[in-house]
């Protein structure tokens, strides 16, 4: 008979003579004792059949009693409120209303034993207390009675259980004073200062000798349980023990270090102290996870434990605790279903994840405030941008992602990881999933990952049981059981929604009404609302993958943990593309293409941008075509012309342009609404679904049931994001309804303009591209004479439009995005057209450098007759970028951070590109500087530091005399602001430094107070 039919039987007892605040009574406790979370708890409270909530409390205790003693967990002693002693005086029974007593005659010599193979619970039992003894038989009492604690007022004392069968109260522990009389306190006081005995606060010192002689002996306990030594190198063995030797010499005795015996049921934190002779020091018993752990310590030296360890069979953890056969089997379907859809990249050809895979750069994000000119703006929060050294410190690996430090420990945590469309982030999330099925993330018993574009229907409605059980993985059997285990389990469960922006209607989460009751159907936006506000599943982990600047900016105040995507370094760039064309016979010749075309390369940063631009050159190779466009744009357009012509007939090649017509609308009207799926159904036609199913333009999913309803829908999705974006372009250029006069409103560049969202954020810079492409052939097969004259027209209107833009009023977002699209075109005129229309003076100063904007900036500015200053502070930008800037020819002065202009000039100086270090040390402008915070005055002191290392670098390069660096020379500025904290300390370290300006006309201290108030 298993350990659940022996419990069953015992709880229905308990249940069929308890009241409803008994009950209620009982479910608090183990709510308080952790044994329960907060939402089980609310589940079983709402449980009105009885049987079913015996089912329920004995499946939770076969779960968390289960690395114990088996049937540690005794019932069929407990006489639960009920079947007291006849002869109980009418006082006893008042206070028996409280504190259920039991005979202590029942106890026979065997009683230990006897009460661990019965079938007492101890969430119930408090008391084996003889009240009719008299007060000097109180003392024989205590060193039999056997304590727990009382679901009613569960604020009295707990004992102490020790191996010996001897029992010890300290009535003085955790608060329970309050609760106790003083003759009781007085009793208890005089037992323990009993001969023999010890008493150190809080804690009981008890002999073993001392026990008297008709105690149970240890040869009556023959217990099971496992003893976890830890070494002092930090190595951990679990080995079995037995306790039915007659003496304590089962223990490991002379091993130096903590011996851990998994035990009891829950119990307050006490230690006993048992110099039992044979170099045991002490057995400390504290509370795990809902267990109680002896831990022995013995003095010994490292060899002899060393030799003891090696003589002892090693027990797996895993067969410690088991999980009910129903989860057991969920679980390996959830691992096994992981190890199946994880291991393959979804590519063109079959390539597996652990063969293409490489991590991205990921950091541990931080918001600020940005100020605006209105509240809206002023309440926002949006990414702290990090300069070379911080990007080093926030740096985080994958194993890392949910360490969340702070915050409740029985809490939901949430976080979440942020990126640009194509920066990898679902493949992340393939990749954490695939890990956990090959035992990483161990943490979690469940994960669960849930694509939104799938949940995206609003008139859909589940259960949190749906949720988990029913749109995912399904359990073969007993999913009632296993919805109850994750209900109790709450912390081992991963809840994964990737690609947030893809619900719908997922605005006023934080405010909306949380679910009530895990049986009633809810939609999505209702599900979620709960779990992101903590209320349901609640000590859950919640990954969530969005798009930053979107609409989950709002929210990010509420996560406990930001992780940002920010794509390939250029070396994990180079390793990917080697990589992709590992074992192909023209790889080499490949990836030597692909690093030479340098716009294109820079674009590979972005994950999803690199396995394209691979792709094609793939296929340009298998064609016998060895030249790359130089643009994204004429890349997409070679991409969609490859995928159709090779397959493509005289008779087939009309219906495909008619079809990529109809496909371009369709991308460019769920585009407008932030959707990048729909149902078959929805389709224009069934050729058209077919004709992009057929060329890999839209992939296939099933969306979840309707709870109740076994139909199940289809659906389809575009493939990428980059797709979408391109094919919403050449809607926008071929459609009829968009009038030459409205298309300037999707570019987005007038700076009084605010883009509403980033879904389309590419069509930008595809639309100026396909305008001026509008005579390559596979776009002319596309619209007829009447729709080439419209694309002139719109042309021209273009051209128009970007030479009426103030060019030098752009904000730097602006004028990146302007300068994207004029690349795009490759028209000479525009290009100069910019280029002498863009300021001298260009701050991007908090704004986000990418690689392909750098090139872009650098490209323009190449063409430029005029001289630049350039103000990169805040701007992310790397090496390679900061490289490319500094190096060119009309670029006169520059301003970065400290610590990123120090690392330049040592990584110009390790690769011996003296003409560029000189170049850059010139350059370098410091010019009013203000120093705000303490690393700004360390950051100044190593660029003094480092200004004797670089003069005398470039000296034995070019034999010139240069003395000083001079942006250090030429400061005249300097404004000293780090405020009554760190002033002092920042201002002394400031004086050590002074004399290294030998320009500074104005030390500003203004706005700064120094230790007690002091303004200097």
Partial sequence: MNLF??????????????????????????????????????????????????????????????????????????????????????????????????????????????????????????????????????????????????????????????????????????????????????????????PGSTVNGSFVAEPLNSSPANSTSLSHLHMQFSVTSIHPTGKNVVMPVSSGNSNPDCLLVGAKGIQMISGFAVLPQQIINLPIGNGASNI?????????????????????????????????????????????????????????????????????????????????????????????????????????????????????IFQVLGGKELETKVI???????????????????????????????VFWFECRRLSLPEKQYSLKDLLLELFVKPREGSDEVFEYILQNPSKVLLIFDGFEELQDHDGFTHYPDCQSYKELYSIRELFAGLFQKKILSG?????????????????????KIIEMIGFSPQQVELYIARYFEGLPYSDDAVKLITNCQYLFSHCYSPVMCRFICFLCEMMFEMGDKDLPPTLTSLFVKYLQQKLIPTQTDATAIGNQQHVTRLAQ????????????????????????????????????????????????????????????????????????????SLTK????????????????????????????????????LSDEHVMKMITKKQKTLLKYIKKIQISDLYPEKLLELLHCVYETQDSYLLQHVALRIKAELSFLGTLLTPPDVYVLHFILKRSPKEFSLDLRNSGINLQGLKHLVGLKNVTSFRTSLSDTVRLWESLEQTKEYELLKISVEKFDIDPFKAETMKDIRDLSDLVQIQEKMTHCIEEAFGCNINEIPAIKNLRKLEFAL??????????????????????????????????????
């Fill in 5 to 194: 039919k022996e419990i069953l039987p015992g709880i229905r007892e308990i249940l069929s003579s308890a009241t409803t605040s008994d009950v209620h009574a009982l479910l608090s406790c183990m709510l308080e004792k952790d044994v329960i979370s907060k939402e089980y708890h609310q589940t079983l409270l709402q449980e009105k059949d009885r049987e079913d909530l015996a089912r329920k409390i004995s499946l939770t205790l076969v779960d968390k009693w289960d690395l114990c003693l088996n049937t540690l967990v005794p019932l069929r002693c407990l006489k639960l409120y009920t079947k007291m002693p006849q002869d109980i005086t009418d006082n006893e029974k008042h206070l028996s209303s409280k504190r259920q007593t039991m005979d202590s005659a029942v106890l026979t010599e065997n009683s230990f034993l006897d009460l661990l193979h019965s079938n007492i619970d101890p969430l119930h039992l408090y008391s084996l207390l003889d009240t009719r003894l008299s007060d000097e038989d109180e003392e024989r009492e205590l060193s039999t009675g056997y304590i727990l604690w009382d679901p009613i007022n569960s604020d009295l004392a707990i004992s102490y259980f020790c191996l010996t069968g001897k029992l010890i109260l300290d009535e003085m522990a955790n608060e329970t004073t309050e609760g106790f009389t003083e003759m009781k306190k007085q009793k208890c006081q005089k037992r323990l200062e009993s």
């Fill in 284 to 400: 400390i018993i504290y509370p795990g996870d809902l267990f109680f752990k002896l831990i022995t310590c013995f003095p010994s030296d490292e060899e002899e434990m060393s030799n003891e360890i090696s003589q002892i069979p090693v027990v797996p953890s895993e067969q410690i605790r088991k999980r009910p056969k129903p989860v057991e089997a969920f679980c390996t379907s959830l691992k096994d279903y992981f190890q199946d859809v994880c291991k393959f990249m979804a590519m063109d050809r079959e390539v597996t994840l652990d063969h293409l895979y490489i991590d991205g750069a990921l950091m541990q994000g931080q918001t600020e405030t940005k100020s605006g000119k209105n509240v809206i703006k002023v309440m926002e929060k949006e990414l702290v941008i990090y300069n070379l050294e911080e990007k080093e410190k926030a740096a985080i690996e994958r194993s890392q």
């Fill in 416 to 446: 979440v990881v942020l990126g640009k469309a194509g920066m990898g982030k679902s493949i992340l999330v393939q990749k954490i999933c695939q890990d956990w099925s090959n035992g990483k993330f161990s943490q979690f018993e469940f």
């Fill in 540 to 560: 859950c982990t919640l990954l969530l993958t969005a798009r930053p600047k979107d609409k989950f900016n709002q929210y990010l105040s509420k996560v406990d």
């Fill in 666 to 741: 369709l991308a460019w009207y769920l585009g407008e609404k932030n959707q990048n799926a729909l149902k078959s159904s929805l389709f224009p036609s069934k050729e058209v679904k077919e004709f992009a199913l057929k060329y890999g333009l839209v992939l296939p999913f099933t969306f979840p049931k309707h709870s109740g309803n076994g139909e199940e829908e289809f659906g389809s999705a575009f493939s990428d994001f980059v797709i979408q974006n391109f094919l919403s372009a050449l809607h926008l250029l071929l459609s009829e309804d968009i009038k030459d006069k």
């Fill in 746 to 781: 999707y570019l987005s560049l007038p700076a009084r303009k605010k883009k509403p969202h980033n879904w389309l954020d590419l069509v930008p810079r595809f639309l100026p591209g396909l305008l001026y492409l509008r005579h390559d052939p596979f776009l002319c097969s």
């Fill in 979 to 1016: 405020g009554p904290t760190c002033g002092l300390q920042g201002f002394l370290k400031l004086v050590e430094i002074l004399a290294a300006f030998p320009s500074l006309q104005h030390l500003d201290l203004q706005a700064n107070t120094v230790g007690g108030g002091v303004l200097l």
